[in-house]
């Protein structure tokens, strides 16, 4: 299910379709994980980075993000204040200790993580680790997602190299991006990430890059859009709201501005 939600309904992010799969199947198959699996994805404002979290939670819960056994925090919204920081830390650490003592198979999403104030995410480190117990619970079966914006200059710096020398999309691999990614977010003073522990412990098990989405990939996003409201199809609908959307480099206008992030508010103007 996994597999088929991907294929269908994400488009444009061949390198998340193939790591996605591959790292959750394989920790869900394993009896012995050493740790718990932890992704970090990182890309543009529509590129996805929700959706897919939203996809491999619905791919384990029965309720997806809706299951008891789902736990989002938002950067702004859980950890807003800088000075409250170590409040947080210890409201952090009872928080998931205590929904893993209920149920080992957990999973924490943690968005805006490039919002997030540097240091508080080193306060969860000791549950990424390599721990068999940590006062009696074990994290091993957990799952932790962290979503950010950091690291995008980076893979957009990438892919833009790739368009110009006249190579495909598809031929960007995760070797192309993965380290540069990692050492991006590391060294930025904006991101939750920066210095942080988890990076310099490896303790993170794969920086997943969602590339800035092309004219045709937001084309498909409306299509799916229009179908799932039950609407038919106007091609000439779906290519006037791509055109509206912007995009970058101001003279090639390769990649959308917000990725996929609008197309639901424009459907609004022309449908309804």
């Given at each position: ?105 957990s999973l924490f999403i943690f968005d805006e993580m490039d919002k ?157």
């Amino acid at each position: 299910a996994l597999q088929e939600n991907l294929d269908r309904q994400l488009f444009g992010q061949h390198l998340v379709n193939k790591v996605v799969v591959k790292a959750v199947k394989g920790f869900l198959n394993n009896t012995n994980a050493k740790k718990p699996l932890t992704l970090s994805l990182h890309g543009w404002t529509g590129t996805g980075k929700n959706f897919v979290s939203k996809i491999i939670a619905e791919s384990i819960y029965k309720r997806g993000l809706h299951s008891k056994y789902v736990h989002q925090f938002v950067a702004t919204l859980h950890f807003p204040h800088a000075h409250s920081i170590n409040v947080y830390k210890d409201q952090l650490q009872s928080w998931i200790r205590g929904n893993v003592s209920l149920c080992p198979r957990s999973l924490f999403i943690f968005d805006e993580m490039d919002k997030m104030h540097a240091g508080l995410i080193d306060s969860i480190k000791p549950f990424l680790d390599y721990y068999e117990l940590l006062d009696g619970v074990s994290y091993r079966q957990a799952i932790f997602i962290f979503l950010s914006n950091a690291g995008a200059e980076k893979i957009t710096e990438v892919a833009l190299d790739f368009w110009r020398k006249g190579r495909t999309r598809e031929d960007i691999q995760l070797t192309d991006i993965q380290n540069a990614l990692s050492v991006s977010v590391f060294n930025n003073k904006n991101s939750g990430f920066w210095h942080s522990t988890l990076i310099d412990r490896n303790l993170i098990d794969y920086f997943i890059p969602f590339l800035p989405l092309e004219y045709k990939h937001v084309k498909m996003c409306v299509r799916v859009e229009v179908e799932s409201r039950g609407y038919a199809v106007d091609e000439d609908i779906l290519s006037r709201i791509a055109d509206e959307m912007t995009y970058f480099p101001r003279e090639e206008r390769i990649y959308s501005d917000k990725g996929c992030k609008t197309v639901d508010s424009k459907l609004d103007y022309y449908y309804d």
